[in-house]
């Protein structure tokens, strides 16, 4: 039987199915992260290279849900301070972007919450606890540095590389939101995909910025491809 307002319900259903509308492609993953928010608690972990719309998933879930959501980034995150975060804030979305940088002694932490919902810290000999309803949003670069209990009580899924219709739309959409010129945004895109080893969105907007307010755009491309082909080192 439904309960409460079937008009509502579905307001809020559409609410929700529109919050991914930045991201092209990954309707999989879109639609399991919706099934999860409207659920139990099904936690996620998106893996895959850098560039590859890992993070604006949680941005995304951040934007609409506002202070039910926390954000916070593997390698600056402390212990300390993501506990008090959890115990005054409460958030019904705990997101970790980059969680690979967790240390271990975060990742025990985090499993526990995962598990349970139980939050306990013990401080100058007092303990403090708390029971939790909480999602856990998580993004990686890859698995190898996640504890395999950690790692268990993810629902993981891995993003496979953009083919280069994807990627032309991505990067040519960012590009005109940069306020770039269509002719600038094609050049960009085109010429980031053909010449560049591990070529990713973030290659064509930094880029795009940097030749932005050039007069001969075509040259500064070009010195701009150089200079990432030859100082751009690898990816991590």
């Known amino acids: 039987m439904l309960a409460g307002n079937p008009e509502i319900s579905f307001?809020?259903?559409v609410g929700k199915a529109r919050m991914f509308?930045?991201?092209v492609g990954y309707e999989g993953i879109k639609g399991t992260f919706l099934r999860s928010l409207n659920l139990e608690p099904v936690h996620i972990l998106l893996v895959g290279p850098p560039g590859q719309a890992k993070t604006l998933f949680l941005k995304c879930i951040l934007e609409t849900f506002g202070e039910k959501a926390f954000f916070t980034v593997g390698g600056n995150a402390s212990k300390a301070g993501m506990i008090d975060a959890l115990f005054e804030m409460r958030p019904k979305y705990l997101l970790v972007d980059e969680i690979q940088?967790?240390?271990s002694e975060y990742q025990t932490m985090l499993l526990s919450l995962m598990e349970t919902g139980i939050l306990t810290q013990t401080m100058h000999k007092k303990l403090r606890?708390?029971?939790l309803k909480t999602w856990v949003f998580a993004t990686s670069n890859g698995t190898k540095k996640l504890s395999e209990p950690l790692l268990s009580r993810f629902r993981v899924m891995y993003l496979d590389e953009y083919d280069f219709s994807q990627?032309?739309?991505i990067s040519v959409k960012q590009l005109l939101d940069e306020g770039l010129s269509e002719y600038a945004a094609d050049e960009i895109t085109k010429s980031v995909?053909?010449?560049l080893p591990n070529p990713n969105i973030r290659n064509c907007v930094q880029i795009g910025r940097l030749v932005k307010n050039e007069r001969n755009i075509e040259m500064a491309i070009a010195e701009e491809i150089q200079n990432f082909k030859q100082y751009g080192g690898q990816d991590e």
């Open 101 to 103: 940088h967790l240390k």
């Open 21 to 23: 509308d930045k991201i």
């Open 193 to 195: 995909w053909e010449q």
């Open 129 to 131: 606890q708390i029971q």
């Open 11 to 13: 307001r809020r259903t």
């Open 167 to 169: 990627f032309y739309e």
